[in-house]
Structures are given as C-alpha cells and as structure tokens.
C-alpha cells in the first residue's frame, strides 16, 4: 500500500460544530504531517508528529487539535472554526528524518459556513 | 526560519520545448530539495528530490540541479508534453525535517 487515505472527502460545517478529519497510512511511515491549503497557494504547514508525538505546531489555533493514535492515524479535530478557516486540508506522511519526500492524501475539502 | 522563492510564476511552453523553474534558498542548514507536481483538484506528488551531496539528479525527462554555494535549486523538463502542464512546487527540508515550499509554478504546455 503506498497510498496516504483521507475522510471525508468533502466537509461543510458550521461555526459551532466539531468535526474530525481521518488519516491514514500503512506504508511504515513514522513521520505526518497536516498541512493546509488555500487556493493558487502552497501547503502551509500545521503540525508534524515523529513516532506518534507531535514534534511541531506551527501557532496554529487552538480550535484544531491534532492527535496521532498510532503510528498508521491521524486525526484532526475541529471546533468553531471560521469561515477563514475553508480550505484543503491535506495530510501526508514521510520516513522519519530530515532527507525525504512527502506522500500526500487527497485531501479533505473543508468549508465553513 | 526557512524562506523559499521560486520563479516564474507561471511559465507557458510549446510542446517539445524544456521548461525551467528555478528556486532559492536561505537556510544554509537546509539538506533535502524535493519537487512536487500538482495537478488541478489533486494532490500534490513527489516527482524528484535532491539531496544537498549531490549537484544534480535526473529521471526520464525531469532533472534538478543544487547550487549549495549560491542556495539555488532548479527543475529541467525537456520534451514537454501536454500531460506535464500542472502547478510544480520547490521545497527546502531544514535539520527538523519541516519541508517550506515555494510559492509554485503553473506550467502550460501548449499543443
């Protein structure tokens, strides 16, 4: 499996609800990522997690909460998000280490209302 | 931290011609330069990298090329095809491994 799966596809949410976004991979990677992507820009960083701890949060706000089960999932969790926060949220994952190549999920689309 | 420039911005090219996106680099600690594909509504692909021992690299008709001394980084496409119009991003890893992409490159290949 060299695929990196992401749910759901599309997600339109309101202010006041909480969502979570699913990811998952099984290629033995111990590094993911999520990033997020406006339109006509490049994935901007959100949080990475090395061997399931989370090694990086860019200042991201508190209303996305990231969390990493085990090594194969990722999850990140929404609550009363702004409509500035519609975006593609796109995981990936990668070996661990500084000198390797990301393999990104589809993405999930997310718009707030 | 890490800042990546990457020009043109967009690029239009016959079909046939070689298309050349260069980028730039601060962090002189940077150590992996790997090149995204993204075609429109999906995700962005990995299609080569670079790591900073190695001044060039290439595979089919793409090759990437690393200036350490000047911090500059570039992607070659020869014998464009239609198939290859899509946004490109550079990207530095720094020693953390956190990937800072460039702003991207919409290529056109015209028929």
């Known amino acids: 499996d060299t695929e990196v799966t992401q749910t759901p596809k599309h997600l339109v949410m309101g202010m006041t609800n909480k969502k979570s976004l699913k990811c998952e991979q099984h290629m033995g990677h111990r590094a993911m990522y999520w990033y997020k992507q406006k339109a006509k820009k490049p994935p901007e960083l959100m949080f990475v997690?090395?061997?399931?701890?989370?090694?990086i949060n860019e200042s991201v706000p508190s209303r996305f909460s990231p969390e990493c089960p085990n090594s194969s999932l990722l999850n990140l969790h929404l609550h009363a998000l702004q409509p500035e926060d519609s975006a593609l949220y796109l995981c990936a994952s990668s070996q661990a280490g500084t000198r390797y190549g990301y393999t990104f999920g589809s993405g999930t689309r997310l718009t707030v209302v | 931290g890490e800042n990546v420039e990457q020009h043109p911005s967009t690029l239009s090219v016959q079909e046939g011609d070689s298309a050349v996106i260069k980028c730039t680099y601060s962090d002189s600690a940077s150590n992996y330069f790997p090149w995204y594909k993204q075609e429109l509504g999906k995700r962005p692909q990995l299609i080569i990298d670079?790591?900073?021992?190695?001044g060039e690299k290439k595979d089919q008709r793409i090759a990437v090329t690393l200036n350490k001394t000047a911090k500059h980084f570039s992607l070659h496409i020869t014998e464009t095809q239609p198939e290859d119009s899509a946004v490109y991003f550079c990207?530095?890893?720094?020693?953390?491994?956190?990937?800072?992409f460039g702003d991207g490159t919409t290529l056109t290949v015209k028929p």
């Open positions: 990207a530095a890893n720094d020693n953390a491994g956190k990937s800072t």
């Open positions: 670079i790591r900073s021992n190695v």
């Open positions: 997690y090395s061997y399931e701890k989370l090694s």
